[in-house]
């Protein structure tokens, strides 16, 4: 199975700071990399699809990149309702994988 | 816009079966896409259960293969899951979601159905 590796597992950051996460896979596999925004009790929302193609009505400063075995979601200005938990995700072969999650928190 | 609604019993006693059933509105299951389930324990992360395709065809979590089984009923436009033998470690939130196959990431959930497993 595909081992994905998120990093920090939590950050404390201010509003309009700039956000990167990073997500490791334990292998190489084409850009079938995801990654989603959880808020507390609501279920999971797409952001970015194929490691950097943002999901309609996704703001602009949500943007994903790498490639390999290394992929970034970056947050160019931290907005009051970005404050959530991201989760990576591969979707290149089964059993599908998620990152343990990062926590993004207010400081 | 689709949508994509999840029900069942929130309280399944040790032993027993979970079922579930996800219904998909605004879209034809049969007109494409895979379907899937995943929960996620409380406090905990995501963990993907299986993916069904609108023909049937089925992908289990090899941890979850041997209780597992998910099926969609084309006439009802909606899918379901059945988890049997559970214990206190499938107490979780289950999300249906559309995705999981294909090459297609989970770009539409429902709102998730608490299911608590008692002793």
């Known amino acids: 199975a595909v081992q994905m590796t998120q990093s920090p597992s939590s950050l404390s950051a201010s509003t309009g700071d700039r956000v990167t996460i990073t997500c490791r896979a334990n292998?190489?596999?084409?850009?079938?990399l995801a990654w989603y925004q959880q808020k507390p009790g609501k279920a999971p929302k797409l952001l970015i699809y194929?490691?950097?193609t943002l999901q309609s009505g996704v703001p602009s400063r949500f943007s994903g990149s790498g490639s390999g075995t290394d992929f970034t979601l970056t947050i160019s200005s931290l907005q009051s309702e970005d404050f959530a938990s991201y989760y990576c995700?591969?979707?290149?072969?089964?059993?599908?994988?998620f990152g343990g999650g990062t926590r993004v928190e207010i400081k | 816009q689709v949508q994509l609604q999840e029900s069942g019993p929130g309280l399944v006693k040790a032993s027993e079966t979970l079922s579930l059933s996800c219904s998909v509105s605004a879209h034809s299951i049969s007109s494409g896409y895979y379907w899937a389930w995943v929960r996620q324990s409380p406090g905990k992360g995501l963990e993907w259960i299986g993916s069904?395709?609108?023909?049937?065809?089925?992908f289990y979590n090899s941890s979850l293969t041997s209780r597992v089984t998910m099926s969609v009923d084309t006439s009802q436009n909606q899918f379901s899951l059945k988890l049997t033998s559970v214990t206190a470690a499938d107490t979780a939130i289950y999300y249906c979601a559309r995705g999981g196959g294909d090459y297609t990431a989970f770009n539409i959930w429902g709102q998730g159905t608490m299911v608590t497993v008692s002793s």
């Open positions: 292998e190489t596999f084409n850009n079938y």
């Open positions: 194929a490691a950097s």
């Open positions: 069904v395709s609108y023909g049937g065809a089925t």
């Open positions: 995700q591969q979707y290149y072969s089964y059993p599908l994988t």
